[in-house]
């Protein structure tokens, strides 16, 4: 009963943010463009890079492109649904935060659902058409047991994404503008979450598995699909575990979400 | 108001563009470590992409390293994220307050702009200063060459803040702008030749990449510093600059005119 209500509200309110959206016609269409337009500069700069020097620690253009897509597949999973998060700071800074406390609906709801992230469906668009014609592409022998694992890989790493962006949530309640750092996790997973990871080296490795875990939005899962599970310095049962990691991440983010919403103070006028 | 009120004032702008950057202290620190590891990890996939090999388009691994290094703290400082406060202030009608005061709007916001640029040169530097310590930088051929890349620098930042400003403006039309910023962020970030220099471009793109106004900002000052582009082409590429820096002040001047006649102040 309490989770449909909750489901509800959150269509109810999205509905809203959606339609306050969609008053500014022009800006609709730039923005689905501009959601493609930036997500596929990273194609296209992997494409340049790759057409000159053919392969990138030993991955070649299919394998990457691959990698590029479940990442960005994911990361429509988390910025159409969950992307007015990045609000939040602004909102605690102008003391808009105070309203949504007034009111009888969970404030992570009223967080996420404070407008509608328009240029998500552009992301959303490029993110999906390239995982089919890249996941045609890409070798590897597709079996229904393989695209279930794809799907909860793509799933897995949306959770992963919504759980950092919430963990900043929480943080700026304490830090004021985490602008900087919500920018740097967004422009790191964009540029670099599409390499194969291990590249740079064991210790940074290990560190987005665990600091910054950007390994599991695509690179872990993709290295079970594609069959390198060898180039990872992990066992491979827990490599085949990484599409997990985005419950519990999430749940993290949102605890630590929770415990630091107490410390929310009203900026004085 | 006399000229020198009117420089007092721009002056004023500059300045409290500068402490907007300056004030958020954790914001500016995070900024810095982010742009550190982007420089970090730049300078990893060049080597990566290199290893052993020899040059490629007649571009070493050094070159492209440096490139890669500086070309990121470059971006940081031209094209941050949020770079003018104009859209927000037409959407919730500040404007009518800018629009009294005795310094036309175009130089408040340049001013304010400019200030932002120069309150994050800092961050640039500590880029520049990791790149170096990473062994990633390289001199510039001779003193000519370092000179003509400092006066290309400045002409870049002036066709960035051109272009934004003429991107913000679009806003008295639409209220919304952050589709149009996104395009123009596209713009900057591989047009510009931030992400991979023009010489690794296949032939099609570069021909149209080379008559777009964004490889002026950050592709001309880093390949004459690099000593990639020499002598009578490094001049022409300035000129180039010297070009975009007139059509998009007179597009400027053009779009300005017609906007003032667009203003509406929502909110009272």
């Not at chain 1, 449909?4 to 008053?23: H, I």
């Not at chain 1, 900087?180 to 064991?202: V, W």
């Not at chain 2, 471009?201 to 000593?227: D, K, N």
Request: aromatic share 12%; proline share 5%; glycine share 10%.
């Amino acid at each position: 009963m309490a989770e449909q209500t909750w489901l509800r509200q959150y269509v109810v309110l999205e509905r809203a943010a959606l339609r306050a959206q969609l008053q500014y016609r022009v800006n609709f269409w730039t923005t689905l463009m501009g959601g493609v337009a930036y997500q596929g500069t990273q194609l296209l700069f992997l494409g340049v890079l790759l057409g000159k020097f053919g392969l990138i620690g030993g991955w070649g253009f299919s394998a990457v492109a691959f990698v590029f897509a479940m990442r960005l597949a994911s990361h429509a999973l988390y910025v159409v649904p969950f992307g007015a998060l990045r609000l939040t700071d602004e909102m605690v800074r102008d003391g808009e935060f105070d309203r949504v406390l007034l009111r009888p609906v969970n404030p992570f709801l009223q967080l996420v659902t404070r407008m509608f992230p328009l240029m998500s469906l552009g992301d959303a668009l490029l993110g999906f058409g390239a995982l089919a014609v890249f996941g045609w592409q890409a070798p590897v022998d597709w079996t229904p047991a393989k695209i279930g694992y794809l799907i909860l890989a793509v799933v897995g790493g949306g959770l992963v994404e919504t759980g950092i962006q919430t963990f900043f949530c929480g943080l700026s309640f304490v830090a004021t503008s985490t602008f900087s750092l919500r920018i740097f996790a967004d422009s790191s997973i964009t540029q670099f979450s599409g390499y194969p990871l291990t590249m740079f080296g064991r210790a940074t490795f290990y560190a987005f598995c665990t600091l910054f875990p950007m390994a599991f939005i695509s690179f872990l899962p993709a290295t079970v699909l594609l069959d390198r599970t060898s180039d990872v310095p992990l066992p491979t049962w827990l490599t085949t575990l990484s599409p997990l990691a985005g419950v519990i991440v999430f749940v993290l983010g949102y605890t630590f979400f929770t415990k630091m919403m107490p410390r929310y103070t009203s900026p004085g006028s | 108001m006399s000229t020198a009120d009117q420089v007092r004032a721009f002056r004023g702008m500059t300045r409290a563009g500068t402490r907007s950057v300056l004030i958020y202290r954790g914001d500016l620190i995070t900024g810095a470590v982010a742009l550190v590891i982007q420089v970090v990890l730049a300078i990893a996939v060049w080597r990566i992409v290199y290893s052993g090999r020899g040059p490629v388009d007649g571009v070493d691994a050094r070159t492209a390293v440096a490139y890669a290094a500086i070309a990121a703290c470059l971006q940081s400082v031209l094209l941050p994220w949020q770079f003018s406060t104009l859209p927000m202030r037409i959407r919730n009608g500040q404007i009518a307050t800018d629009l009294t005061r005795p310094l036309g709007l175009i130089w408040q916001v340049f001013g304010q702009n400019l200030g932002v640029l120069l309150g994050r040169l800092p961050l640039g530097a500590i880029g520049l200063a990791v790149a170096a310590v990473l062994g990633a930088l390289t001199l510039p051929p001779g003193w000519a060459a370092g000179l003509l890349s400092l006066v290309a620098t400045v002409g870049g930042a002036l066709v960035a803040m051109l272009c934004n400003l003429i991107v913000s403006m679009v806003t008295f039309w639409t209220f919304e702008v952050s589709g149009p910023l996104m395009v123009y962020r596209f713009g900057s970030a591989f047009l510009s030749g931030s992400l991979i220099p023009l010489w690794f471009m296949p032939g099609w793109l570069r021909g149209s990449v080379e008559w777009l106004p964004f490889q002026a900002q950050v592709y001309t000052p880093v390949s004459i510093y690099l000593g990639q582009t020499r002598g009578g082409q490094a001049l022409a590429l300035v000129g180039v600059q010297l070009v975009w820096v007139v059509l998009s002040t007179v597009l400027l001047e053009l779009v300005w005119r017609r906007a003032r006649y667009r203003v509406v102040v929502q909110g009272g």
